[in-house]
């Protein structure tokens, strides 16, 4: 069965950093292109950063300078560190694993708000 379990999410103050962990199992992990997107309220689910198999990163012009994506095989675990976070960042967060077929999380909330 495969699973993906997003953690790390919370309220913070604009400027504020958060890191995000997403954990995998099922799945051969080091195969696996991992994806963080966003959903904020209303508005589309969209792509905010991910990362190769071989990692090479990808960004959302929204996030760039500001995010930072990483992978450890070893722990079948995806990072996103944000920081100086904006109240525009507000959303659900969510995993993807892509490879032959694609699984998401259950997603974790990040509110930016004085």
């Known amino acids: 069965q495969v699973q993906l379990v997003e953690s790390g999410g919370g309220l913070v103050q604009p400027g504020g950093s958060l890191r995000l962990s997403c954990a995998a199992s099922g799945i051969f992990f080091r195969l696996y292109t991992m994806s963080w997107y966003r959903q904020a309220l209303g508005k589309q689910r969209e792509l905010v950063a991910d990362i190769s198999s071989g990692g090479s990163t990808n960004y959302a012009d929204s996030v760039k300078g500001r995010f930072t994506i990483s992978r450890d095989n070893s722990k079948r675990t995806v990072y996103l560190q944000m920081n100086s976070l904006k109240p525009e960042d507000t959303a659900v967060y969510y995993c993807?694993?892509?490879?032959?077929?694609?699984?998401w999380g259950q997603g974790t909330q990040v509110t930016v708000s004085s």
């Open positions: 993807k694993a892509v490879h032959l077929s694609d699984y």
